[in-house]
């Protein structure tokens, strides 16, 4: 079975700690990307890959880090500096070109302890 | 920048009643425009895309959408509705490099 997967489900954040959160696809898609969604305000970009080993920042790159070191994957970081990080994280990837659908994952809600 | 507008936050509708959540899009040329469908919790699924061609775009689970240059619009609608579209709907469009999407319009069905 093709898809995408997120994991953790949840994930709970300490003051000052990073956490990660890993997005894995095995559709052989080139283009990932990672949208925070909060209520009331759609999806917003913060980075997007369309290849292996580039990534560029989207609307709300700051306090977050990615990599791409691997088609399949596509983890991203929330660091300390996110003063807000509550909400919910929804990874997405699509063969390449931008008319291309974006399939989603799941998601993971990022709650703050 | 292009952008997304979907006037209704929450719309209420009667199982088997008509559906029609609206979409205003800002773009100077032809947008490639999509609907998805999110329900709780979930991820988003593609209801339908629109990119040239057939102005009225035929989705899955019943929905369609119209594309109107001359009102800027993509409205997404379906004759019957069923209690399983109880959901939030999201209409987007290609800007650039990403996609924009609107706030969302949420849809409760009541019986």
């Known amino acids: 079975d093709g898809g995408i997967t997120q994991s953790p489900k949840y994930l709970f954040r300490k003051e000052g700690q990073n956490v990660t959160l890993s997005c894995e696809q095995n559709?052989?898609?080139?283009?990932m990307y990672w949208y925070r969604q909060d209520p009331g305000q759609g999806l917003r970009l913060i980075y997007y890959?369309?290849?292996?080993?580039?990534?560029q920042k989207g609307d709300i790159a700051e306090g977050y880090s990615v990599s791409r070191e691997k088609k399949e994957s596509f983890p991203l970081t929330v660091t300390s500096a996110q003063k807000n990080p509550t909400a919910f994280y929804l990874c997405?990837?699509?063969?390449?070109?931008?008319?291309?659908?974006?399939?989603f994952g799941p998601g993971t809600r990022l709650l703050v302890l | 920048a292009q952008s997304v507008t979907q006037p209704d936050i929450h719309i209420t509708v009667s199982e088997g009643a008509s559906l029609e959540l609206r979409c205003n899009y800002s773009?100077?040329?032809?947008?490639?425009l999509f609907w998805y469908v999110q329900s709780p919790g979930q991820g988003l699924q593609l209801l339908l895309k629109?990119?040239?061609?057939?102005?009225l775009v035929q989705g899955i689970k019943g929905f369609e959408a119209e594309f109107k240059r001359s009102q800027s619009s993509f409205n997404l609608r379906k004759p019957s509705v069923h209690w399983s579209d109880a959901a939030e709907y999201f209409c987007?469009?290609?800007?650039?490099?990403?996609?924009?999407f609107g706030a969302g319009t949420t849809v409760t069905v009541r019986a």
């Open positions: 997405a990837s699509s063969k390449g070109h931008l008319q291309e659908t974006q399939y």
């Open positions: 559709l052989n898609h080139d283009a």
């Open positions: 890959s369309q290849i292996v080993n580039d990534f």
């Open positions: 773009y100077g040329a032809t947008p490639y």
């Open positions: 629109y990119f040239s061609g057939d102005t």
């Open positions: 987007a469009v290609v800007n650039d490099y990403k996609l924009s």
